[in-house]
């Protein structure tokens, strides 16, 4: 069973919150999205199928829409303020992103929705949260990221260049991740105490508390984290982590060799490539395998013996890397327990054996078109709680007869 059967949610069309809604919609909850007259203008935002721009072909829309029913609603109208009201009342959840104090002006604020459900979680997702003396700055995904401090420590060890950002509305999703999380907690709170609650989520505090120690610096030490390339933002630089393989494709070489074993199979794979000759540090390898326990961590740099050992397994990887491809280092240090990538772009991402074999890509079929579409599957894995795509995302007003007409 989904892990949200029987549950019924509703979600005010926003781009800031539609991938909350997406996650809720896809494990399986009974989920109604309300658009305004002429649509959330999120319908028209590019790439299209086809090449095709149009309210029903955005691939954006189609993405983050699946597994819910539409309808249209013109809150700015007494009967359909009303219309809202009954879905409320068999409603368990509310999701929004409205701006400022819409909601309250319009009645429908979750002090007014309580007396129609008193059990209703409402969630609601702003940029700085409802209570902020910036509650009503104008902000973009690229400001959240920016404001918030994780731009600040992505980006390469040449400061020359500016800082990246994060990719795909990775201010969005962040505070939309909290969202689900928290209500997913209040859900949890409400079958155990039968009551609901209002949950404010800062777009702007989601980010900030995922900078890593960057902010723990800032405030306990006053000392600023530096951006570094392919590696975490540090007061003092690391070492490089990144390198060309033999077919001229990056990789992150990860964390390198911790424990005996791990120091065993990397002298080992040296001998099967024929590289041991080429590495006189192999005898701290040796040492490495040789420990009775985790490599201790916070004697780099301390103990000469300890620092050598972690260096050796740091330049076997770097002298492996030089001589295989890129995907025979991923593949082979996967298979010996180390944890490194090779740095994909997102479309060779998608593609990945990998991401295959685990169930990633999933058949989604639109009946209009007569087609069936690859799309992104769950960002997570939980056998205990079937998740699935039940459905393409609405055309405008799909669902107005089915839905509105009952109530």
């Given at each position: 069973?989904?892990?949200?059967?029987?549950?019924?949610?509703?979600?005010?069309?926003?781009?800031?919150?539609?991938?909350?809604?997406?996650?809720?919609?896809?494990?399986?909850?009974d989920f109604i999205l309300i658009e305004p007259?002429?649509?959330?203008?999120?319908?028209?935002?590019?790439?299209?199928?086809?090449?095709?721009?149009?309210?029903?072909?955005?691939?954006?829309?189609?993405?983050?829409?699946?597994?819910?029913?539409?309808?249209?609603l013109d809150l700015d109208k007494a009967e359909?303020?009303?219309?809202?009201?009954?879905?409320?009342?068999?409603?368990?959840?509310?999701?929004?992103?409205?701006?400022?104090?819409?909601?309250?002006?319009?009645?429908?604020?979750?002090?007014?929705?309580?007396?129609?459900?008193?059990?209703?979680?409402?969630?609601?997702?702003?940029?700085?949260?409802?209570?902020?003396?910036?509650?009503?700055?104008?902000?973009?995904?690229?400001t959240i990221m920016a404001g918030a401090g994780?731009?600040?420590?992505?980006?390469?060890?040449?400061?020359?260049?500016?800082?990246?950002?994060?990719?795909?509305?990775?201010?969005?999703?962040?505070?939309?991740?909290?969202?689900?999380?928290?209500?997913?907690?209040?859900?949890?709170?409400?079958?155990?105490?039968?009551?609901?609650?209002?949950?404010?989520?800062?777009?702007?505090?989601?980010?900030?508390?995922?900078?890593?120690?960057?902010?723990?610096?800032?405030?306990?030490?006053?000392?600023?984290?530096?951006?570094?390339?392919?590696?975490?933002?540090?007061?003092?630089?690391?070492?490089?982590?990144?390198?060309?393989?033999?077919?001229?494709?990056?990789?992150?070489?990860?964390?390198?060799?911790?424990?005996?074993?791990?120091?065993?199979?990397?002298?080992?794979?040296?001998?099967?490539?024929?590289?041991?000759?080429?590495?006189?540090?192999?005898?701290?390898?040796?040492?490495?395998?040789?420990?009775?326990?985790?490599?201790?961590?916070?004697?780099?740099?301390?103990?000469?013996?300890?620092?050598?050992?972690?260096?050796?397994?740091?330049?076997?990887?770097?002298?492996?890397?030089?001589?295989?491809?890129?995907?025979?280092?991923?593949?082979?240090?996967?298979?010996?327990?180390?944890?490194?990538?090779?740095?994909?772009?997102?479309?060779?991402?998608?593609?990945?054996?990998?991401?295959?074999?685990?169930?990633?890509?999933?058949?989604?079929?639109?009946?209009?078109?007569?087609?069936?579409?690859?799309?992104?599957?769950?960002?997570?894995?939980?056998?205990?709680?079937?998740?699935?795509?039940?459905?393409?995302?609405?055309?405008?007003?799909?669902?107005?007869?089915?839905?509105?007409?009952?109530?």
């Open positions: 069973m989904s892990a949200l059967k029987g549950l019924r949610i509703l979600e005010l069309a926003n781009e800031r919150i539609a991938f909350a809604g997406k996650l809720l919609a896809d494990m399986g909850a007259p002429g649509g959330d203008p999120s319908r028209h935002y590019p790439p299209f199928a086809n090449d095709q721009p149009g309210s029903e072909s955005s691939l954006w829309w189609w993405h983050y829409n699946t597994s819910k029913r539409g309808v249209v359909d303020r009303e219309r809202f009201k009954q879905l409320v009342a068999s409603a368990d959840m509310v999701l929004e992103g409205e701006a400022g104090s819409r909601l309250a002006d319009l009645g429908l604020d979750y002090d007014d929705l309580r007396k129609v459900r008193e059990d209703l979680v409402h969630v609601s997702l702003t940029p700085f949260g409802r209570g902020s003396a910036n509650a009503e700055v104008p902000v973009t995904d690229l994780p731009v600040w420590s992505c980006g390469y060890d040449d400061h020359s260049l500016p800082p990246i950002r994060g990719g795909t509305n990775q201010g969005y999703h962040t505070g939309c991740h909290f969202a689900v999380m928290s209500a997913l907690t209040a859900l949890f709170h409400r079958a155990a105490s039968g009551e609901g609650q209002f949950i404010d989520v800062s777009m702007h505090g989601a980010s900030n508390v995922t900078t890593e120690a960057g902010s723990y610096f800032w405030l306990v030490a006053n000392q600023t984290v530096q951006r570094q390339t392919g590696r975490h933002a540090s007061v003092d630089p690391t070492g490089d982590t990144q390198m060309r393989c033999k077919d001229g494709r990056w990789v992150n070489t990860g964390v390198p060799p911790r424990y005996p074993v791990e120091f065993g199979r990397m002298l080992e794979w040296l001998g099967e490539l024929g590289l041991a000759e080429e590495f006189p540090e192999a005898v701290f390898l040796e040492m490495g395998a040789a420990l009775e326990g985790q490599l201790n961590m916070s004697l780099i740099g301390v103990d000469e013996e300890i620092t050598a050992i972690f260096d050796a397994g740091r330049q076997a990887l770097v002298l492996i890397a030089k001589n295989v491809s890129a995907y025979e280092f991923f593949i082979g240090c996967q298979s010996r327990g180390l944890a490194v990538g090779v740095i994909y772009s997102p479309e060779e991402a998608f593609e990945d054996p990998h991401f295959k074999a685990r169930g990633f890509q999933v058949q989604v079929t639109h009946d209009d078109l007569g087609k069936t579409f690859r799309y992104p599957g769950a960002p997570y894995k939980l056998p205990a709680s079937p998740w699935a795509i039940s459905r393409r995302a609405p055309k405008l007003g799909e669902h107005n007869a089915e839905i509105l007409g009952a109530l």
